[in-house]
Nanobody, 113 residues
């Protein structure tokens, strides 16, 4: 069973940066990958996705601030987050796109002064 393990979250001040990492136990060759987030009291939403040829797409609210990237061997997906805002506070998850697998534990990102 494929396992997804997210890391890199933390507490950061507005305007700061974080780099999230996701390690995947299985191969991600031929698989679109994505980062999602879920803020308290809200539904999980798609933040960014990356195709097999590294084409990317972003949630409007993070365009120009977040960058998704991937390594196929070993399977890993990254999210560079710059110019963070309080509204970016959420638990961040990586997963396949669009058909998700079982969710990992995620990594908490808190943007606060």
């Amino acid at each position: 069973q494929v396992q997804l393990v997210e890391s890199g979250g933390g507490l950061v001040q507005p305007g700061g940066s974080l780099r999230l990492s996701c390690t995947v136990s299985g191969t991600i060759f031929g698989i679109y990958m994505a980062w999602y987030r879920q803020a308290p009291g809200k539904q999980r939403e798609l933040v960014a996705r990356i195709t097999t040829d590294r084409s990317t797409k972003y949630l409007d609210a993070v365009k120009g601030r977040f960058t998704i990237s991937r390594d196929n061997v070993p399977g890993a997906v990254y999210l560079q987050m710059d110019s963070l805002k309080p509204e970016d506070t959420a638990v961040y998850y990586c997963n396949h796109y669009p058909n998700t697998l079982s969710w990992g534990q995620g990594t908490q990102v808190t943007v606060s002064s």
